[in-house]
Structure formats: structure tokens, C-alpha cells
């Protein structure tokens, strides 16, 4: 007879609870292993796609750049251009005149405004005595100098030189002054600083034979040259200057007599109101509410004044901000001009244009030049951006050449050209970043110069 089988014992509850949780513990490994998958994966895929991106970028980037060379390069070499063909027009209408013009020898009236300019005043004041022209008059307006202007000038005792004195209260104001004691209808404006060679009063004069002609600039050379700075400002002076305005002067819409030396019939002065004092660049704001008056302005070249320079990199920069922000607002000022006819219309269209693009665009634009050309040498086998940079720089040179040479100067500061060229890249660029925010902030910008 056979035992009956005893029922097995049930599991331990240790036992029991291990094989429950076997299964769940399987399939959170497997789903862990899963997602740690995925995520590698996902981040593969992401790096990946982040490097093409970033790929994408540089491309854009580059592509941006290598437009910007270009449109750099562009204009800058067809402001070269320009130039130079404006120049040379300009010189064959000097060498091939039109017919005889009628000799100018009314009396003219030399006026200087001087402030504190004791250790000038006496050079200028005796070389416009030495004159070749037969009946000039000189007046001396002091500006409330303190350091005995007014008296050296009285002492010399020179025959036909005036001395008016008046509270200190600006250049315009001085001018104004010098405008009322003149006695002549031709008057010359010259700086307390500048001296002038003996024929240049009679070449300035001689331009108003044409009826037409309300203003005349004169040609302003750098007086040092002795040291870099003087020599890189004459540089400057004979490519960015002189050139500039022959080109101008062809094109009918020449924007700026300096204040060193410039000729104006007393009618034109009175007419507009006198010197404007609105804007810091007086001369430049001058000469084009002279030009929207309907008078035309020539640049004479062979009536030469020699003008001191900044003499510090300090002093350059306060200089050159003063010029660009003065003809910033000036430009603000007289933009309506571009709706114009005559001459005014001229320099709306031609004039304004030219001067935001040279004066502030390129320079904004330029050190583009430097940074593709040496990221060329260090990053890219090919020297494409170099040939770019080394073929600007020859452009500007034989420019620079052209110019010197129909000044009738030395080539031998062109060895400077390179080095100028770097520096005055980036100052100017600082310059006009600084312009342009001091345009626009509430209380420096042109925008509270008002329009006319």
C-alpha cells in the first residue's frame, strides 16, 4: 500500500519576495540600457548636427566678409579713381584755359582772427605785409587774448595792418567783426597761425573775374614735416585734401574752404548771415550755405598757405573729432539741399553723398581690409586677401604720387604711405564710431542742429 506524497513545503517568504521582483528588475535594466542608448545616440546626432551649424556659420560668416572686401575694395579703389580723373581734369582746364580772363586789382581786405596766438601772429601778420598784391589792408581782430596778441601786433607798427579788439567769443564771432571794419567788397580770411606766400592773396582774387564765383579755397600745406606725425598729416593733406578738392571743384559742389585760408565777396558773407556758429565745422558749414545761395565755389592750387599741424597723437585726435562731428551736423543740416537746383543741388547729390561714404562709411569699413588679409597668412594656404590688401595699398600709392606731384612736391614721403595708411585706418574708424555716438545722444547730435 502506498504512502501518499506529502505536499511540497511552501517557499520561504525571502524566497517568495526574490522571484516577484525578478521580472521588473529584468525589464527596468533592459528599458534603462534602452534610453541610455537612445541618449547617446540623441547626443551624437546633436553634436553632429551643432559641428554642421557651426560649419554653416562660418561659411556665412566668411561669405559676409569676403562681400565686405569686396565692396570695400570697390569703393575704395573707385574713389582712387575719381579722384584722379577729377584731378587731372582739373589740371588741364589750368593749363588750357578757356580764353583771357580780366585782371582782379580792387583792394582787398585781409582779416585774421587771433586768439593767445603770440608765437604766430607776427610771422603771419608780416607775410601778408609782403604781398604781391598792390592794396591789401590787414585786419588784427584780438579775441580777448591773454597773453598780449593784440599789443605784439601793435608794436610791429607795420603800415596798413588794423588791430580790433573785442571780448573773447569765438571765431564766427571774430569774423563777423573783422567782416564789419573791413572797407573792401573782396575780402581774404586767413588764421592767426597761418603764413601765406607772396603771391597767394593775388591768386585768390584773380577767381573772382567770373561773376558767378562767390568763394574761393586756397591750397593749405603742412608747415612741419620734420617729425612722423607732421610728415603722415602731409600725407594726408595732398591725397585726402587737395585732391578731394580738385575733384569737387570739377563736379560744381566743392563743400569746404578751410578756415587757414579762403577768399569771400563781402556780399555773399552779409547775404547768408555771416559765419554760422550752429555747428563746430564753421568753414565746412559756410561754404555750403554759400553754395545752396546759388554761388559757386573754385579751388585755386597755386595759392598756397602753410598751416600748422597737431604736433601729438592727443592733440590729432581732438582735431580729427572735431572735423568729423562738425561735418556730421553740417551734412544733418544741409541735407535738404539734395532737392535743390544750381549749385545747392550739386552739392545735395554729389557733394553729401561723397562726404558720408569717404568720411564715414569707408572708414568704418576699412580695417576689414587688415583683418582678412592677415587672417590669410594665418589660417589659408592662398594669398587672395593679401594680393587684395598689397593691391589697395599700390593704388593709394601711385594716387598719393599723382597728387604730390601736381602740388609740385617730393615724392620721397610716399616711404611713410604704408605705415599712415595702417594708423590712419583705425584712428579714423575710432573717430567716426565716436562721431556717431555723440550724433546720437539727445544733447550733442545734429539732430538739434536745425535744417535749412
Known sequence: MSRPVAPPDPPARGTLLSAGLVVPLSGLVVLLAWLTEQHVDAVAAFDGTAVRWARVGAGGATAVLELLLGLVLLLGIGRLVAQSIGAHVHARRRWQPRGP???????????????????????????????????????????GSTDGTAELVARMRLRGVRVVRQAHAGRPAALDTGVR??????????????????????RLVQRFADPTVGAVCGNTRVADRRRLLGRW?????????????????????????????????????????????????????????????????????????????????GGLWRQRYRHSHGILR????HRYAVRESGPGGRLGRRALPSLLLCRFLLPLAAPVVDVLALSALLHRPGVGYLLAWVGLLLAQTLTAGYALWLDGERLRPLWHLPAQQLVYRYLMCLVVVRSLAAALTVRKGPLLTHSV
Not at 565777396?265 to 556758429?277: C, D, I, N, S
Not at 553740417?330 to 543740416?333: C, G, M, R, S, T
Open 101 to 143: 580772363r580780366p585782371v582782379i586789382d580792387a583792394p582787398v581786405s585781409v582779416i585774421v582772427p587771433a586768439y593767445n596766438e603770440v608765437a604766430t601772429i607776427g610771422a603771419t601778420v608780416r607775410s601778408l605785409v609782403a604781398s604781391a598784391y598792390p592794396a591789401v589792408e590787414v585786419i588784427v581782430v584780438d579775441d
Open 181 to 202: 571794419a573791413a572797407r573792401t567788397e573782396l575780402l581774404v580770411l586767413v588764421e592767426g597761425d597761418t603764413v601765406v606766400e607772396a603771391d597767394t592773396v593775388l
Open 233 to 313: 598729416q602731409h600725407l594726408e593733406y595732398a591725397l585726402g585734401r587737395n585732391l578731394d578738392r580738385r575733384m569737387y571743384d570739377v563736379l560744381g559742389c566743392l563743400p569746404t574752404v578751410p578756415g587757414a585760408l579762403g577768399a569771400y565777396r563781402r556780399q555773399v558773407l552779409v547775404a547768408v548771415g555771416g559765419v554760422p556758429v550752429d555747428t563746430p565745422a564753421e568753414a565746412t558749414d559756410l561754404t555750403m550755405t554759400v553754395l545752396r545761395a546759388g554761388w559757386r565755389v573754385e579751388y585755386e592750387p597755386d595759392a598756397i598757405a602753410w598751416t600748422p599741424v597737431p604736433a601729438t597723437p
Open 330 to 333: 553740417a551734412i544733418w543740416k
